[in-house]
């Protein structure tokens, strides 16, 4: 069974960092393009950063010089470095991948669609 483990949120004052992490564990080949989305109390989810298997990446208005979206294809982990964070930023963090090919436990591979994590809370302070 292959999931989503997104970390680091928590609870910083504005003007800090913080460091997501999204594990994708179970049996993946590969991974093609993984993002983040958050979601505040009231509001749409909506997109905050993508970036594909080669490393090409773009970020929602709101966060371009702020937030950098990483990943480690060896290890199917997507980061993002958030800096400067402000109060409006507070909200659930989802991780997202668009397609992994994934083994389905018969010796073959099948391809998944639009795959989620939990979700991590990040609350910043005034």
């Known amino acids: 069974q292959v999931q989503l483990v997104e970390s680091g949120g928590g609870l910083v004052p504005a003007g800090g960092s913080l460091r997501l992490s999204c594990v994708v564990s179970?049996?993946?080949?590969?991974?093609?393009?993984m993002g983040w989305y958050r979601q505040a109390p009231g509001k749409q989810r909506e997109p905050v950063a993508r970036i594909t298997r080669s490393g090409s990446t773009n970020y929602g208005d709101s966060v371009k010089g702020r937030f950098t979206i990483s990943r480690d294809n060896a290890k199917n982990t997507v980061f993002l470095q958030m800096n400067s964070l402000k109060p409006e930023d507070t909200a659930v963090y989802y991780c997202?991948?668009?397609?992994?090919?994934?083994?389905?436990?018969?010796?073959?591979?099948?391809?998944?669609?639009?795959?989620w994590g939990q979700g991590t809370q990040v609350t910043v302070s005034e």
């Open positions: 997202n991948v668009d397609r992994m090919i994934v083994g389905s436990g018969d010796y073959t591979a099948i391809p998944v669609y639009d795959s």
């Open positions: 179970g049996s993946v080949f590969s991974i093609d393009t």
